[in-house]
């Protein structure tokens, strides 16, 4: 059973960083293209970045263009999301995503197999 852990959430002002984590079990995370996506209370939720399984192609929505960064390590089975220069309008819960079925860069959240529980990214004005 593959499962999806995200750390690294918590409350930061409004210009500061923050990095989350995504440490995924139980399935061939090599071979996994990874995404994050986040929800604010009352909103659709947002793709914000997604990577290849080899790392070697990444993109991100167009609110953190600049701002956020997506990598992964293979060799720990973790992908990572930096985030800098956070606004208020960053908060939300981040999810990260998991879609084991293509060697491409998935955009869309119905693309992806498997979720995380999510982690709160609160940011202060």
């Known amino acids: 059973q593959v499962q999806l852990v995200e750390s690294g959430g918590g409350l930061v002002q409004a210009g500061g960083s923050l990095r989350l984590s995504c440490a995924v079990s139980?399935?061939?995370?090599?071979?996994?293209?990874m995404g994050w996506f986040r929800q604010a209370p009352g909103k659709e939720r947002e793709f914000v970045a997604a990577?290849?399984?080899?790392?070697?192609?990444?993109d991100y929505g167009d609110s953190v263009k600049g701002r956020f960064t997506i990598s992964r390590d293979n060799a720990k089975n973790t992908v990572y999301l930096q985030m800098n220069s956070l606004r208020p309008e960053d908060t939300a819960v981040y999810y990260c995503?998991?879609?084991?079925?293509?060697?491409?860069?998935?955009?869309?959240?119905?693309?992806?197999?498997?979720w995380g529980q999510g982690t709160q990214v609160t940011v202060s004005s």
């Open positions: 995503a998991g879609d084991p079925t293509t060697l491409r860069v998935p955009l869309r959240g119905v693309d992806y197999d498997y």
């Open positions: 139980g399935g061939t995370f090599s071979g996994y293209a």
């Open positions: 990577i290849n399984w080899s790392g070697n192609t990444v």
